[in-house]
């Protein structure tokens, strides 16, 4: 009786095994190619602003981080948001709070 439990366990190990085996393997997909924008509130609680908002080494590495955090490759600009990008929201920003903009590309 052991016998035939201890055979159908390594059975079951070995069909497990192949299986496994057989089956692709899940890959992860990078985001779109095409360039994307993200707002990010100037509250965020984080610190960004103080990077983004300035053309400094701080606010490029933020940037990449944020864009690779994302699934793109590096930050193809970044910055305070321009009005244009985000007017027709429901609440307007304190000039103050103008949200930041960081754009990632493939």
Known sequence: MRRAVALLGLLGIV???VSLSVLPATKTTAASAGPRTFLIP????????DCISTASECGKIVANAWCE????????AYGVADKADFTGTVSRPAATEQPLSITCGG
């Open 15 to 17: 069909a497990a095994g």
């Open 69 to 76: 955090a994302q699934g793109f490759g590096k930050a193809v």
């Open 42 to 49: 100037a509250s965020d609680g984080y610190g960004v602003a």
